[in-house]
């Protein structure tokens, strides 16, 4: 091939056509040498440069590549896929081999596979190489990375230098749950719950749930708040805290000012987190309602007693507040007859309202009393509270009222006490068992004891009755069976 250099060139450029055969085969050498054309009277040729070798690179295998340089996957994927494509050529079978290096994630912890051959058939232009990720959900670890290296291991193909390697990011799908609430310290009427948000760390880009427990404390599932044994929430991918309500009872029982109890996260196992532990605690806004003796002799199981005389005309009755006092509160006092009556001892109570206002603990009330002139033993009466508002009533919550005669007294049974009543039975008891064995003793004797018999009595002059027994005239009016066992010396006349 003649090359012409025109006058005063120093350099030209030839081009030389490659075939291509569409055969897969190692890469090929042919040489170009430069000769000096002697016709033209030139042979000044440099010999240390007179050819040169000129390779050709097979390309009928195609040239091959990672279809990304980056990529990312959920932890608990399972299984991550990367395309490796073969664009151009695809004659002939090829065999890739994909290394798998680690970077922040490690070999067997977070991944499985190190190395990984992929095979290309003739004609295929796509393949796909699988490793298997770990998923660590019970380790918060952030993300972690390896990275895809590929290299052809057959004698024909090249890779692309730039897609031979990928890296790979691992995100972390580890959620962490935490309790948390505005106001851990909640009234019990107002407002009749505690909210309780859970927050979610860590990973949202999955579907998960997590289960909670309350645990009772100084406050009760059974009648302080509505608890739970196990309660699950569910949380859609994206969904980073989640609010929900547990109800507190307004109850009307004497309990402590300040009550509490637990919320938990669970695990997997179902055991409680101690970390995730939320104390919620309950104010008392209960007032209570109850008699106050005047001394401690006055009180006795569960009942205030007041003394009062029948001329004093009225009896002094006290009620004490505690507990929540900060508003207005109520009290409904009712009378019921003991051994006083009604109207003629005393002037009934039929519900009378006993009003507190804010801040107020202690109020009184009278009950008039009637003065009569019927000689008479002491009587008493009884008072009750119910109906409180704002507030509960609590013992003791019944009063026990004796008026002290101021007439001559009678003999008249009172109120007996507990002891007394007692003790009549035990005596009426023994009596009835001793009266019961002489009873079936004396049944016994005279089963056994042979009957004494009479002889009949002669017959005398008078009528003779159908029985064959004369008649006396002193026993008249009775029965013949009768008449005979008088005769007999049975009944006495």
Do not use: W
């Amino acid at each position: 091939m003649p090359v012409t250099f025109q006058a005063n060139a120093v350099t030209v450029s030839q081009d030389i056509n490659i075939t291509a055969d569409g055969t897969p085969e190692f890469d090929e050498i042919f040489q170009v040498i430069v000769r000096s054309d002697t016709s033209g009277g030139l042979d000044d040729i440099d010999p240390n440069r007179s050819a040169a070798n000129i390779s050709v690179s097979d390309d009928d295998s195609g040239s091959f590549r990672f279809d990304d340089t980056a990529y990312s996957v959920d932890e608990g994927v399972g299984i991550f896929n990367a395309r490796i494509l073969r664009p151009g050529a695809t004659a002939g079978y090829v065999t890739l081999l994909v290394t798998i290096s680690p970077a922040t994630a490690t070999y067997p912890e977070d991944y499985r596979q190190e190395e990984v051959l992929v095979e290309f058939a003739p004609g295929q232009d796509e393949a796909t190489v699988s490793i298997v990720i770990v998923a660590d959900n019970d380790i918060q670890e952030g993300d972690e990375t390896f990275v895809m290296s590929l290299t052809v291991q057959s004698q024909f193909g090249t890779v692309d230098p730039d897609y031979d390697e990928a890296t790979v990011t691992i995100l972390d799908s580890t959620s962490v749950f935490s309790l948390s609430t505005n106001s851990p310290t909640v009234v019990e009427s107002d407002p009749g719950y505690v909210e309780i948000t859970i927050r979610r760390s860590g990973s949202t880009n999955t579907d998960t749930f997590v289960s909670l427990r309350t645990v009772d404390g100084t406050a009760t599932h059974s009648g302080d708040f509505q608890g739970f044994n196990i309660k699950t929430f569910s949380f859609p991918s994206g969904t980073a805290e989640l609010t929900f309500r547990i109800p507190i009872d307004d109850n009307d029982f004497e309990e402590d000012e300040e009550e509490t109890f637990s919320v938990y996260v669970l695990s997997e196992g179902g055991q409680v987190i101690q970390d995730s532990r939320l104390i919620i605690t309950i104010i008392d806004d209960d007032g209570y309602f109850f008699f106050v003796p005047t001394s401690n002799e006055d009180r006795e199981d569960g009942i205030v007693t007041y003394r009062t005389s029948e001329d004093s005309g009225t009896v002094s009755i006290k009620v004490q507040r505690t507990g929540n006092a900060n508003g207005y509160g109520s009290v409904r006092a009712t009378t019921t007859d003991y051994s006083a009556e009604a109207d003629d001892d005393y002037q009934p109570l039929n519900g009378r309202v006993i009003s507190f206002r804010p801040a107020i603990t202690t109020a009184e009330f009278n009950v008039d009393i009637v003065n009569d002139d019927n000689p008479e033993n002491d009587e008493s009466f009884f008072i009750e509270l119910s109906l409180a508002q704002n507030g509960v009533v609590i013992e003791p919550r019944k009063a026990l009222v004796i008026i002290e005669s101021n007439d001559g007294r009678i003999r008249r049974a009172g109120p007996l006490s507990g002891t007394a009543i007692i003790g009549i039975a035990v005596g009426v008891g023994g009596l009835a068992i001793i009266a019961l064995i002489a009873g079936i003793a004396c049944f016994l004797l005279l089963r056994r004891a042979p009957v004494p018999r009479k002889p009949p009595l002669p017959r005398g002059p008078g009528p003779v009755p159908q029985y064959g027994i004369p008649l006396d005239p002193r026993i008249t009016g009775i029965n013949p069976y009768q008449y005979q066992q008088r005769v007999a010396g049975y009944y006495p006349y």
